[in-house]
């Protein structure tokens, strides 16, 4: 499984298939779990009525996962020589709430886009915020 192999997820639990008529044939969920962070859950549609065109970032109800990592630049490098297609150079947000976040998209192999992500010193909301958003090194604050 992808996020196994090249995330280091690990997969919680699975359940399916089950009949889903009128909307797919059968479905299948598992749940994987992501270091300290995310839970995860997949869905696995056979014979779907639904679209099999891939939502594009900009597209109504669209999302991606995006993966925090330290050093973004790195991160690419592995991906890279994974086969994983990569959209783009890191960017790096210099100033404003954003600031010190580094960030690039790329491909899963299915094509849904996500997204590797680093903040190693903090953003720049921090500065002037008492609230922070759940971080990696400090997950239960």
């Avoid at 959209?87 to 996500?114: A, R």
Wanted: negative net charge.
């Amino acid at each position: 499984m992808f996020l196994a192999t090249t995330f280091g997820c690990e997969a919680v639990m699975h359940i399916g298939p089950f009949p889903m008529t009128p909307r797919a044939e059968s479905l299948t969920l598992a749940m994987v779990r992501c270091g300290t962070g995310a839970n995860i859950e997949l869905f696995e549609y056979k014979s779907s009525t639904g679209s099999s065109v891939m939502p594009k970032s900009e597209d109504i109800g669209a999302s991606h996962i995006a993966f925090y990592i330290d050093d973004v630049k790195a991160g690419v490098a592995y991906l890279k020589s994974q086969g994983i297609t990569v959209l783009g150079e890191p960017m790096t947000m210099t100033s404003g709430d954003t600031e010190g976040e580094t960030w690039v998209h790329f491909l899963s192999p299915w094509g849904s886009e996500m997204e590797l992500v680093g903040y190693p010193n903090g953003k720049g909301y921090e500065k002037k915020s008492s609230i922070k958003l759940w971080n990696p090194k400090h997950p239960a604050k």
